[in-house]
């Protein structure tokens, strides 16, 4: 059974940081790109990064280019998002999603799984 959990979000201050985590289980990490995406209030979810299989490609939305960074350690099955520089505007709950598509899909209707998501949020 495949199951993807986020953890990490919490309040912090604008100019503030939050990593988040997601750990995977019941897939082989590895074979699979990961996504997060977020979704504000009253807002669509959102394409915010994607890694692919090789740890070294990876492609981010405008929005958090140069403030946030995707990263996954295969080994642990867990896929990072450190975030920086956080913006009131940043607020939502973000999510994890993995997908076997090859590349750096942004989509979410290429992903296969989802999890559950977890809350940030910025104050001004």
């Known amino acids: 059974q495949v199951q993807l959990v986020e953890s990490g979000g919490g309040l912090v201050q604008a100019g503030g940081s939050l990593r988040l985590s997601c750990a995977a289980s019941?897939?082989?990490?590895?074979?699979?790109?990961m996504g997060w995406f977020h979704q504000g209030p009253g807002k669509e979810r959102e394409f915010v990064a994607v890694?692919?299989?090789?740890?070294?490609?990876?492609h981010y939305a405008d929005s958090v280019k140069g403030r946030f960074t995707i990263s996954r350690d295969n080994a642990k099955n867990t896929v990072y998002l450190q975030m920086n520089s956080l913006k009131p505007e940043d607020t939502a709950v973000y999510y994890c999603?993995?997908?076997?598509?090859?590349?750096?899909?942004?989509?979410?209707?290429?992903?296969?799984?989802w999890g559950q998501g977890t809350q940030v949020t910025v104050s001004s």
């Open positions: 890694i692919g299989w090789s740890s070294s490609v990876t």
């Open positions: 999603a993995a997908t076997t598509k090859y590349g750096l899909p942004y989509r979410i209707s290429e992903y296969e799984y």
């Open positions: 019941g897939f082989t990490h590895s074979n699979y790109a």
